[in-house]
């Protein structure tokens, strides 16, 4: 199982928070993938 899909199944089970994936961006996921995932657009803060 890839990082991409451990990170969208803990977010479809409702394990992690919308700031949970925003976190992994750049450590287990890329942004295009966040987007894929939560359906909003990576934002750096």
């Known amino acids: ?13 409702g394990l992690w928070s919308e700031g949970m994936v925003w976190n992994a961006v750049g450590r287990w996921i890329n942004a295009e993938e966040f ?3 939560t359906g909003i657009e990576y934002e750096k803060k």
């Open 1 to 13: 199982m890839s990082k991409f899909e451990k990170v969208k199944g803990f977010y479809d089970a």
């Open 35 to 37: 987007l894929e995932i």
